[in-house]
Structures are given as structure tokens and as C-alpha cells.
């Protein structure tokens, strides 16, 4: 089968995308994802093709008196991010023969692709889309409505357009598709059950009891190991020289303003020792030289294990590896489902309740690692839950089955596939 896989978003949309594209692999098919030019060479390195798109996913630096794009002009720029990946995508498709796609959150134009070409596709989600009763909509997950009103408010947030919608009709222009409401679309996909798999673990997350069948928890779809990958001595002799110390891991959307500000007073006046990674490390490295050091895109598989907390935005990805590693968090989520994980975090007892972007302070994140590295209630929950990891996917085997299992069973090349 030749799978064409879309991965538009940041690093940790991409990452999970490779695992299954490798487990793909290893049975047999082969691959294509739709992938950020940034991100283009690791998705080689695991013997996927990479059709390459290179809009920006964030609007660039405003200038110095510049109070940035605001909201319509960050929405603007996000129309024509997604434009460029769905340009890319059909690019793709013209370049060779497709048997199935999938889909990811901010990519719902692969299904008028599977369409046009009369193939079968499938979403691969890393947070839960459906409206539901057990959850509020991840665009607006920073409250949660309760079990009365998180449905019909899930509802009501799926018929406002999102900045893919102009690609989705875009490409159904292009491929000589009839023009559709978008809404109409999703609820076609709905009455025809296209499989939604989850790459979430239901020890996480119970199966919410309103979901159809079509709808799975697939386990988490953790990142691939670089076997030949060594740690950097500076980091490996850190951790070495002295107690486990914390982790501020800002991703790979670099974050300005009121939250960068203070980051950087937590760094300088904590008593810990620090590693800082991903888009803001640099600068914040400089707040205080020797007590911190700066980690450039390292395995949490190996570093989470040794630290004592991790202060972080509440993505998928790295919310899942901090409950693998058995370590507490300190959330402070900035948009969409990060509300949602960091929420679940703390609910599971492993981390502490949420800074929001208004809310966060020095004092706040000093309070928050205190709290949950002093406390040995919150420890050992942790540790609980990563057991209880470990022993369900030893139960349930390879978190991408499911999905393999769907693709097996449709493994009949269309004709001149």
C-alpha cells in the first residue's frame, strides 16, 4: 500500500506521524508525509518520503513598537499556512499513485483527496475531537462546561470556520469535487464512520462512553529512537554533577511576552539547577550561567528519567512522556488542548493545577516545583501511573496495531496503484 500521511503543525504533530510511518514501514508499505521543511530530514531518516511545504507555522517576530498581527492577523497567517500544506499535499498526490490517507487535526482536505481518488482514509488524532460529553472542544479546552453543556458547546464550536476550511475548498476545487459546506463534510464522515484512531492511552483517558465504534484509543505513539544517538557531554556531566534538576521545555513554537519574561526570573533567583530546552533555551541559559544548561532536541526518553520536574506547556507529547518517565509536572498551558492535558494531569494527581499565560508568575512556577517536588503524595502517583503505562502496552502491544490492523485489511492496490 502506498500511504500518503499528513503532518502539518510543529514538532510534536510531526513526531507521532513517524512512529506510525515506521511501523508502516516495517510492514511493508510505503510511505509519504506532508511535512514542514524543517522537519523534512528526520522524516527521511526513518525511510519516509517527504513532500515538503515551508510556510511558517507562527507569524514572524513583530518589530520593536509593533504589538504583532493580533487575532485576525494571526488567523490570516494560519489560512495561508494551510494553504501551503494542502498545496503540497496535492502536489504529492500528482506525483505518484495513493491508496489511503491520513489525516491529522488541522488537516481534514486528505479526506476530499481519498474522495476525489476514491480510496479510503483515516484520522490519526492526539487529542479527542468528537463532541463530547467527558470533555469540553479542544480550540476552547481552557474551561471545562461539565457534562450538560461540553457537547452541544462542541457542537456549536464545529460550525465556526477554521482557518483550514478555505484549503479544504480550495481542494475540492482543484480536484473537481461539488462544493460543500465544511460542516456538511464532517457530518458525511460521521454517518460513514471513517475510523478515527487516538494516540492516547486509556489509562490516561477512558474511552468516553458517547463515542461510536469508529472511534479508538489506540495507546500513545511515542517517538522513535535514534539508536546511534549519544547524549551531549555538557548535558550528560550536568546531570551527573549533582541532584535531578528541572526541566523548562518550551517546544518548538517559541513563546514571548509575559510568559518568557517570567521563565526567565524563574531560572535566575531558583535554587535548582535548570536544563532549558527548545525554542527560547538560549536566552534563557544566559539568566544564570553555570546553574543551567541548555538542551537542544534530546530524547525525553532519556532525559525525563533524570530530572525532578518538568515545567511545560501541556502538549500531547510532552504531557504523555512525563507520565512515562514517572516524573511530576508544572503546567502552564498556552491555547487550544493544552488546557485539556494539563487539566488531566492534574486530575491523575501528577501535577500541579495549571498557570494559564495571564496567571503565570515567578512566584506562581517557584510555588508549583516546590509543591510537587516536596511532595512525596505526588511522587509516588506518578510513579503508579507510569507502571500502569508500562504494564498496558505490555498488554496491548504496539500502540499502532489498530491503525496497521485497518490499513492490512484494505491492502488491495486500486487499479494501476
Known amino acids: 500500500m502506498k500511504v500518503l500521511i499528513l503532518a502539518p503543525g510543529s ?53 520593536d513598537g509593533d504589538a504583532g498581527p493580533g487575532v485576525r492577523g494571526y488567523l490570516d497567517h494560519l489560512r495561508g499556512y494551510m494553504m501551503d500544506h494542502a498545496e503540497a499535499a496535492l502536489m504529492a498526490v500528482r506525483a505518484g499513485a495513493v491508496d489511503v490517507v491520513l ?3 488541522i488537516s481534514p482536505y486528505g479526506h476530499d483527496i481519498a474522495e476525489a481518488l476514491g480510496i479510503p482514509s483515516a484520522e490519526a488524532l492526539l487529542q479527542p475531537s468528537r463532541p463530547s460529553r467527558a470533555y469540553p472542544p479542544m480550540i476552547a479546552s481552557a474551561i471545562d462546561f461539565g457534562p450538560l ?3 452541544p458547546i462542541g457542537r456549536v464550536v464545529q460550525r465556526v470556520p477554521a482557518p483550514y476550511v478555505p484549503a479544504v475548498a480550495w ?40 463515542w461510536p465504534q469508529h472511534m479508538s484509543l489506540d495507546g500513545f505513539w511515542w517517538p522513535v529512537d535514534d539508536e546511534e544517538w549519544t547524549a551531549p557531554t555538557e ?54 550561567p553555570g546553574r543551567v544548561v541548555t538542551a537542544g532536541q534530546v530524547p525525553h526518553s532519556w532525559l525525563l528519567p533524570q530530572v525532578a520536574t518538568a515545567i ?25 488542548d493544552q488546557f485539556f492535558w494539563a487539566r488531566t494531569a492534574a486530575r491523575l494527581g501528577v501535577a ?29 502517583a506518578a510513579t503508579t501511573i507510569a507502571k ?29 496503484g
Request: with cysteine.
Open 11 to 63: 514538532w510534536g504533530d510531526v513526531s507521532p506521524a513517524i512512529r506510525i510511518a515506521v511501523d508502516l514501514i516495517a510492514d511493508g508499505h510505503s510511505v509519504t508525509m506532508v511535512v514542514h521543511d524543517d522537519y523534512a530530514a528526520a522524516v527521511e531518516r526513518s525511510g519516509c518520503a517527504a513532500a515538503r511545504y515551508t510556510a511558517a507555522l507562527t507569524p514572524p517576530p513583530s518589530v
Open 103 to 105: 489525516t491529522n487535526p
Open 149 to 151: 453543556l461540553n457537547r
Open 171 to 210: 481542494v475540492r476545487g482543484q480536484l473537481g469535487l461539488p462544493a460543500k459546506k465544511f460542516t456538511t463534510t464532517l457530518n458525511e464522515r460521521a454517518r460513514a464512520a471513517v475510523p478515527v484512531h487516538h494516540g492516547i492511552s486509556p489509562v490516561i483517558f477512558p474511552r468516553p462512553g458517547d
Open 235 to 288: 548535558l550528560a556531566d550536568f546531570l551527573a554533577g549533582g541532584p535531578p534538576p528541572v526541566l523548562v521545555t518550551m517546544g518548538s513554537v517559541p513563546e514571548g511576552g509575559r510568559t518568557a519574561d517570567a521563565l526567565s526570573e524563574f531560572v535566575s533567583s531558583t535554587r535548582h539547577r535548570v536544563i532549558v530546552q527548545g525554542a527560547a533555551g538560549p536566552n534563557l541559559a544566559e539568566a544564570a
Open 312 to 336: 511545560h506547556q501541556a502538549g500531547a507529547g510532552i504531557t504523555a512522556a512525563c507520565l512515562r518517565a514517572g516524573i511530576p509536572s508544572v503546567p502552564f498551558p498556552q491555547h487550544t
Open 352 to 380: 500541579a493545577p495549571a498557570l494559564s499565560n495571564r496567571r503565570v508568575t515567578p512566584s506562581g512556577l517557584h510555588s508549583n516545583v516546590e509543591s510537587v517536588t516536596g511532595s512525596g503524595e505526588i511522587l509516588r
Open 388 to 416: 500502569s503505562l508500562e504494564r498496558s502496552e505490555h498488554e496491548q502491544g504496539e500502540s499502532t496495531l489498530s491503525l496497521r490492523g485497518w490499513i492490512a485489511e484494505r491492502s488491495t492496490p486500486r487499479a494501476g
